[in-house]
């Protein structure tokens, strides 16, 4: 609703600043137009970014994995530069169906799928329904796989639902972003501290009104506990990279993530946050190598 308000991010506007800029391609695929980085040769590595971020998530770790994979990052829906798409394309259901659709327009199927966040979500979702994907390895950045408890389950709710109705929530969320230091603020609430780039890629796009309503339709649209009922019926070779001082989903998720899922593998990196594979990309990366060999 109020699309018409909200025209998403110019790429002629921020592609001088974008990382990775000369392997951006942009795909038409479901219903709609795709942002997608992709680097490198070999087996098929998906990278799904989490919640108001973009493809840009990734820079740090695209060198280093496309030494190994042809490595695709998209934008997720309502996303940066990605189009919001058809009814439904911004829940759990609907993104995992519109990337099968531009993987098939990619003629890829990926092997590993990395998933930050809520893009971890939309892993597990395509493991359960998708040929394609029910023998790739899942690799989950502090997952969202469970519901997230107390006010973040509010936010990703109720909340988010009347702000996506709301006409001028989007552009207020926005003008907030724009305001000196806000975005640091927020990021900071995760429990990560990044870099100059990394803060100015996040006021890019949280400053943006038309990447901020796709986030709060987004939000508005997502439901984990039919993910959640169905969790322990995964087959697939599962790992988990969790950030100690994560604020956004509670670590604690990641022990019953366990419980649920016993051939998962899970690692925690000390004194980083939510955003754990921006502040250290090049363990990350590494870690990710390690894994996906050991399929």
């Known amino acids: 609703m109020f699309e018409s308000f909200y025209p998403g991010m110019v790429w002629a506007e921020h592609r001088t600043y974008w990382p990775h800029a000369q392997h951006s391609r942009f795909i038409k695929a479901g219903g709609i137009q795709w942002h997608v980085q992709q680097m490198g040769q070999g087996p098929c590595m998906l990278l799904l970014h989490g919640t108001g971020s973009g493809n840009f998530s ?9 030494q190994h994979f042809t490595v695709v990052a998209p934008d997720l829906p309502g996303h940066a530069f990605t189009s919001r798409g058809p009814e439904g394309a911004l829940s759990l259901p609907g993104m ?10 990619l003629n890829l199927s990926p092997q590993v ?33 469970l519901p997230l408890p107390g006010m973040a389950s509010w ?17 207020a969320t ?10 640091a603020e927020w990021l900071t609430r995760t429990g990560s501290t990044l870099d100059a780039q990394g803060l100015e890629l996040y006021h890019r796009v949280l400053s943006n009104s038309g990447h901020v309503h796709g986030v709060l339709s987004m939000m508005a649209a997502w ?28 670590p604690a998720l990641a022990v ?40």
Do not use: Y
């Open 223 to 250: 439901r984990l506990k039919p993910l959640a009922a169905r969790l322990h019926e995964i087959r697939n070779p599962v790992f988990m990279h969790i950030g100690a001082q994560d604020r956004t989903v509670p």
């Open 155 to 171: 936010l990703f709710g109720p909340a988010a639902k009347l702000a996506a109705l709301n006409p001028l929530s989007a552009w």
């Open 113 to 145: 799928i990395v998933g930050h966040s809520a893009g971890a979500a939309i892993a597990a979702h395509m493991a359960l329904h998708f040929d394609s994907a029910s023998r790739s390895t899942l690799i989950g950045l502090n997952p969202a796989w």
């Open 58 to 66: 990734w820079r740090g770790l695209l060198p280093t994995l496309a």
């Open 174 to 183: 926005a003008k907030m972003a724009a305001k000196p230091g806000a975005v």
């Open 96 to 105: 995992a169906e519109g990337l099968r659709a531009l993987m098939r327009q």
């Open 256 to 295: 019953e993530a366990c419980r649920r899922l016993p051939q998962a593998v899970q690692q925690v990196q000390a004194n980083l946050g939510h955003l754990a594979h921006e502040q250290d990309p090049a363990g990350t990366a590494q870690q990710i190598l390690k894994w996906s060999a050991a399929r």
